[in-house]
């Protein structure tokens, strides 16, 4: 049994530990609260934009958009990892490096990797992936629409320039709280989506429908990945306030443990004490 000094450096330590994880994960419900109510804002404007898109660009030719270039032999892929540029947040890294890599194995393309969030890239290189043609980590510090339309820019430029036949998004989709699900959405080309609402043919165009189409697209595709962000974001701190509140409680149950081995070792000290002091008194007395 570990004497007592020892045993008491180990309360005081987890005191401390437990502290720090119950600070972070009161940042993380504060900064959670605005993260959820950007996102839940903007998913219905985006879910409705793409839409109107999706109708209106399904009546095009494939040769007429350059967004909707679509090939049956892909043989370059740019996969773009959002995590985030932080740490002690579970499992929320983590799920998108196994999704990157896992499409790194199956796919039979070249596939190349752009990071948004500097972690995933980290593990992922130290695991032996090639290394990325880009990263823009900084977009954390000020998450907004136009920081991110820059990003998609880029994105857009270089398949238009048929640098890569596909990209796709990998992130985290916030649930809630507790629950983020890793997913990996198509960027470019557009994405064919099925829906039962109104058909292209309800939609009066003025001025046209290609000049609508020529601002449309890259709006949307700009809140596409402006979406995801604010999704990762989102799931980011509520990932962050789960394990905080998990280690909370882990370094509570530990520092109960601690001291209740504390208080044996005690009672076991004194009444070694007690027993030497009898030992002595019957020893004068015997003596």
Do not use: W
Not at 140 to 167: C, H, P, T, W
Not at 219 to 232: E, I, P, V, W
């Amino acid at each position: 049994m570990a004497n007592l000094k020892e045993i008491r450096t180990r309360i005081t330590s987890v005191e401390s530990t437990m502290q720090i994880t119950s600070a972070m994960k009161m940042v993380s419900a504060a900064k959670l609260k605005r993260a959820q109510d950007a996102i839940t804002q903007l998913r219905p404007y985006a879910q409705k934009l793409e839409e109107i898109l999706v109708n209106v660009s399904a009546t095009l030719d494939s040769s007429e958009g350059q967004y909707s270039r679509q090939t049956d032999d892909v043989k370059k892929v740019l996969l773009v990892a959002i995590s985030s540029n932080r740490g002690l947040c579970g499992a929320f890294n983590a799920n998108v490096v196994k999704r990157v890599m896992a499409y790194q194995a199956e796919s039979n393309a070249q596939v190349d990797t752009f990071f948004m969030g500097k972690k995933a890239g980290e593990i992922l290189v130290k695991r032996g992936s090639s290394a990325p043609i880009g990263e823009r980590n900084s977009i954390y510090e000020d998450l907004s629409y136009d920081n991110a339309s820059e990003v998609a820019e880029m994105l857009m430029q270089k398949f238009v320039e048929g640098e890569y036949d596909r990209i796709e998004l990998v992130y985290n989709r916030f649930i809630n709280a507790a629950t983020q699900r890793v997913q990996c959405e198509q960027f470019l080309p557009i994405r064919e989506v099925k829906s039962e609402g109104t058909s292209a043919g309800e939609y009066i165009y003025e001025p046209g429908k290609e000049e609508i189409l020529e601002d449309l697209i890259p709006k949307s595709l700009k809140t596409q990945l402006f979406k995801a962000l604010l999704d990762s974001n989102a799931s980011e701190h509520g990932a962050r306030m789960t394990a905080m509140h998990k280690a909370t409680d882990n370094a509570q149950e530990l520092k109960r443990n601690l001291s209740l081995e504390y208080n044996k070792a005690r009672q076991a000290a004194i009444t070694n004490e007690i027993l030497e002091i009898v030992g002595g008194a019957n020893a004068l007395a015997e003596g």
